[in-house]
């Protein structure tokens, strides 16, 4: 199964599928990441704050997969934004994943309160420029703190990793990505569980007419949309489930009644609000 990549605006290109280890138990990531291995995935996404970087560099050791064949995001923690403690943060982050580069930084939230995430890119840029470091990019940025960035550096993020799903679409947001060559990643791309989606009946419908489960249904209007995606599941079963989206295609009926789902439908928390 071939997943297809996004090119980024550094030169780079992410596999546009991956996995996701958001409240993955730190005890259980090893055999969690290993299983998504055997599934076929080959991009992970964790972060500092997760507690499981670890146990997703120890599945990475153990599968024998090159490491150029892997993409692996991690996220600096709000209390590391700064210049030196963003250097003392990645280093930790890169000691704990067990590599010698990570192919994905991103500043996990803009933490307005503290006022420090344009300094932080700076210091991103340098981790760039050392190598250990592919791509930078930002998360839970919104129009503000994305036009204060670009006004105050000349590096444009590579990627805005957001709360996107059909019940929350952000469309102010990825607009200005769009316009900026900005990627989005969408967090949460099934709701978490926390939004009913899969029993709204534009997607119920679709998943029925493609003899497909609902939450197949919403990883393709996601890959159709041009973002990044990588849904989280602790069962193999659904790993699998969620990686095996490649033989079938939404019509432009259904991406459009599914995309007329948009309701500003958060289910965590404003980024403005999270410091
Ligand atoms: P998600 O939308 O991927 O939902 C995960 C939940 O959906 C699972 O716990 C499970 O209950 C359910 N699920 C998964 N597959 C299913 C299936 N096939 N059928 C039925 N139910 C299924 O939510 P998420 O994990 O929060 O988001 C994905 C990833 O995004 C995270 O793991 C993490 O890597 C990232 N993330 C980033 C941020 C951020 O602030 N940058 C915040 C949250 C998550």
New binding site residues.
């Given amino acids: 199964m071939t997943v297809p990549r996004i090119q980024l605006n550094d030169g780079h290109s992410i596999p546009q599928l991956g996995f996701?280890?958001?409240?993955?138990d730190p005890a259980e990531t090893e055999r969690i990441v290993s299983d998504a291995l055997e599934v076929g995935y080959r991009h992970l996404?964790?972060?500092r704050i997760y507690g499981n970087e670890e146990g997703v560099g120890r599945a990475v050791a153990a599968s024998g997969i090159p490491r150029e064949q892997l993409y692996v995001t991690t996220?600096l923690w709000n209390d590391d934004q700064g210049t030196q403690s963003v250097h003392d943060a990645f280093d930790a982050s890169l000691e704990r994943l067990g590599l010698d580069y990570v192919d994905l930084y991103?500043i996990?939230?803009p933490s307005p309160a503290r006022d420090r995430y344009v300094e932080t890119w700076h210091a991103f840029e340098e981790l760039r420029d050392s190598g250990r470091v592919r791509s930078i990019g930002v998360?839970?940025f919104l129009v503000p703190h994305l036009e204060r960035l670009l006004g105050e550096s000349d590096v444009v993020p590579a990627v805005d990793?957001i709360?996107l799903?059909p019940a929350h679409q952000q469309p102010a947001t990825t607009a200005f990505a769009e316009e900026h060559g900005i990627a989005i990643e969408a967090?949460?791309?099934?709701?978490?569980?926390k939004y009913p989606l899969?029993e709204l009946p534009e997607v119920a419908d679709a998943a029925a007419a493609h003899g497909r489960?609902?939450?197949?249904v919403v990883i393709r209007w996601h890959l159709q949309r041009g973002h990044i995606v990588?849904?989280?599941?602790?069962t193999r079963a659904?790993m699998a489930?969620?990686f095996d989206v490649f033989d079938f295609e939404l019509g432009e009926a259904e991406m459009q009644a599914i995309t007329a789902l948009e309701r500003e439908g958060r289910v965590?928390s404003h980024p403005d609000e999270v410091n």
């Fill in positions: 996701g280890v958001f409240k993955v996404d964790t972060a996220k991103l996990h939230w998360s839970n990793q709360e799903h967090w949460g791309p099934l709701g978490q569980g899969f489960s609902p939450a197949q990588f849904p989280k599941s602790s659904r489930e969620n965590s």
